[in-house]
Nanobody
Framework: QVQLVESGGGLVQAGGSLRLSCAAS????????MGWFRQAPGKEREFVAA????????SYADSVKGRFTISRDNAKNTVYLQMSSLKPEDTANYYC????????????????WGQGTQVTVSS
């Protein structure tokens, strides 16, 4: 399995931007599809974005489409989530996930998870 560490969360005003990073350990990062999920207090974890092993395929939740961009740098073993036009409803703990799959938006398909990074958007 791959070990994942997220960073880049914080407090931002509505309309602002943040970039989350997820650094992965191991030499097989490029063989993993990567995903971002989030969980707000009292709510279930939900899919945000996913990217396949080479960045050729991406998918987004409807709620973030056009505002968030997922990307990866296999040379740096890192996946990113660029978040723009942030809204208070984007407030959540954001998790990075890795899966030995082609591509998926289902949390159950990802076998490795980070500890999460908190994003808080104030109105």
């Amino acid at each position: 399995q791959v070990q994942l560490v997220e960073s880049g969360g914080g407090l931002v005003q509505a309309g602002g931007s943040l970039r989350l990073s997820c650094a992965a350990s191991g030499r097989t990062f490029s063989s993993y599809a990567m995903g971002w999920f989030r969980q707000a207090p009292g709510k279930e974890r939900e899919f945000v974005a996913a990217i396949n092993w080479n960045g050729g395929s991406t998918s987004y939740a409807d709620s973030v489409k056009g505002r968030f961009t997922i990307s990866r740098d296999n040379a740096k073993n890192t996946v990113y989530l660029q978040m723009s036009s942030l809204k208070p409803e984007d407030t959540a703990n954001y998790y990075c996930a890795a899966g030995r799959i082609w591509f998926s938006s289902l949390a159950s398909h990802f076998g490795s998870w980070g500890q999460g990074t908190q994003v808080t958007v104030s109105s």
